[in-house]
């Protein structure tokens, strides 16, 4: 199995920063990689797929990148409604598995 | 956008059957799209269940393949998932979501969730 780390597991940031957060995968997935933004009590939302496309809808201020085993996502000024938990997922196995998330707070 | 919804019971005797249904509306079943359950909780995380296209083809989670079927019904709109022999570490909240085609991962439109408690 291929297996998905997150640092850091938890961040704290204020309004107006810049982030960026990490995916790990424990072998090369290529850029078969995507990005999902969860808020308590919801279901996960698309940000990114394929490393660095933007979902539909999905502000600008989202990037991502990387490829073979390391990933990031960078948020480039945070706002309000950015403070939630944001996982990696990778589906280059036959089937498909996500990170731990990490969690980004308000400082 | 697509809109999807969960139904079922919230609570299973263990080594029962969980059964849900997702309700798929504002758009047709019958597209390129992989329909997805993913399940959450607070010991696992996120996890992959499977995925199942119109046609009946289905993709499982090895970890979970002995024990989930999925199913489709185009007529209604509506595709279903049945764990079999739930023990607590089934708990937990069941999501149906649209996947693209097989391969390209992505989750684009997510039901609200479904708690589902593994309880005597």
């Known amino acids: 199995d291929i297996q998905m780390t997150q640092s850091p597991s938890s961040l704290s940031a204020s309004v107006g920063d810049r982030v960026t957060l990490t995916c790990q995968a424990s072998?090369?997935?290529?850029?078969?990689l995507n990005w999902y933004q969860q808020n308590p009590g919801k279901a996960p939302k698309l940000l990114i797929y394929?490393?660095?496309k933007l979902a539909a809808g999905v502000s600008s201020r989202f990037s991502g990148s990387g490829s073979g085993t390391h990933f990031t996502l960078t948020i480039s000024s945070l706002r309000p409604e950015d403070f939630a938990t944001y996982y990696c997922q990778q589906y280059d196995n036959p089937f498909y598995t996500f990170g731990p998330g990490t969690r980004l707070e308000i400082k | 956008q697509v809109q999807l919804k969960e139904s079922g019971p919230g609570v299973v005797k263990p080594s029962g059957t969980l059964s849900l249904t997702c309700a798929v509306s504002?758009?047709?079943?019958?597209?390129?799209?992989?329909w997805t359950w993913v399940r959450q909780s607070p010991v696992k995380g996120l996890e992959w269940i499977g995925e199942i296209y119109h046609t009946s083809s289905a993709n499982y989670n090895p970890s979970l393949r002995s024990r989930v079927t999925l199913s489709v019904d185009t007529s209604k709109n509506q595709f279903s998932l049945r764990l079999l022999s739930v023990t607590a570490a089934d708990t937990a909240v069941y999501f149906c979501?649209?996947?693209?085609?097989?391969?390209?991962?992505?989750?684009?439109?997510w039901g609200q969730g479904r708690l589902v408690t593994v309880s005597s």
């Open positions: 504002d758009g047709s079943i019958s597209t390129n799209n992989w």
């Open positions: 072998q090369d997935i290529s850029n078969d």
């Open positions: 979501a649209r996947g693209g085609g097989h391969g390209t991962g992505w989750m684009d439109s």
């Open positions: 394929e490393t660095s």
